[in-house]
């Protein structure tokens, strides 16, 4: 490909995608678009030369166009998405708007410009198949069926819906994967790592959920990156493909091992009500991208998780001028969430 747009470029997942894309495929020109919203950094990219960047509105359908047809783009990549969990419970509206209504957009530009031309990219979360028994065999494949729980999770699978749609009905070529969570640098302090470790730098309680044994499958984000790359060079269009490291952590022990490798006490652990729809457990089956495209992750998670709690210790001018912009949430008030 010779012009790869990617959206949500200034947060945590995209900014290390560019600087992976930017790696890896030196030749290729490189379209950052992000809106610069409260979790959009454009100091992400600071060290990464060599790019167009876009301050848009993925829903702003007319600088889309525009931005397409003057860069002669080949494939969008959609990062961009309103994705802290806790604050969907409290602004569900947003979420529809940036994560249902943003693709929709993208979309309509995308048609717009070419008819059948422009590959269309959907990133999406395991949290659209919904809630999993901490005991239940198995993990979810791509056969699974979507059961959203929380207004974030809904939202993403709306996006995800529409893509296909779009796919099906006008002949864009589309495919969309969907990951485990992700850690890694440039990840916005807001969530859990991140969270973890900037609140235990300053002496501050790491606030663990009370289903303190709810695991996720935790995926570094440069293992992602390079999921995403295999399936834009040889993943087959139409196909959603999930991306898992098969590795699950619970919070309560997430929370012991920063503290561990930061050297500090179990006195620091606070307990905080669960959200609602607090999902048990997301485990995906990964089969397909590993068989199909000789995919695995390269790096393991207690070695992962060092060198990004590292990162943290060593980027402190990065993360403290974020605090101040981090979501207000009071995950000690879920009664104002209902009516």
Known sequence: MNAILVTGAAGFIGSNFVRHWRRAHPADRVIAYDLLTYSGCRANLADVAGIDFVEGDIRDRRTVERTLRRCGVDVVVNF??????????LEPAAFF????????????????????GIRFHQISTCEVYGDMALDAPGAFTEQS????????NAAKAGGDHATRAFG???????????????????????????LFVTQALQGRPLPVYASSRNRREWLHVEDHCR???AVLLHGRTGETYNIGSGVEVDVETLADSVLAELGLGPELKARVPDRPSH???YLL?????????????????????????????ENES????????ASTVQESAWGDARP
Not at 97 to 109: D, I, K
Not at 181 to 189: K, R, S
């Open 318 to 325: 990065w993360w403290r001028p974020l605090l101040a912009r």
């Open 80 to 89: 961009a998405a309103e994705s802290h969990n806790s604050r969907a419970v």
């Open 145 to 152: 069926p979507y059961l959203p729980r929380t207004p974030y």
């Open 285 to 313: 089956d990964s089969g397909k991208v590993r068989t199909e495209l000789g995919w695995a992750p390269r790096i393991g998670f207690a070695a992962g998780l060092r060198e990004t709690i590292s990162w943290y210790r």
């Open 227 to 229: 999921a995403v790359e």
């Open 97 to 116: 708007e940036t994560n249902v209504m943003g693709p929709v957009a993208l979309l309509e530009a995308v048609r717009a410009v070419s008819s059948g």
């Open 168 to 194: 099906y009905t006008y002949g864009i070529p589309f495919t969309v994967t969907t990951c485990a969570n992700n850690y890694g640098p440039y990840q916005f302090p807001e969530k859990v790592i991140p």
């Open 279 to 281: 999902d048990r457990r």
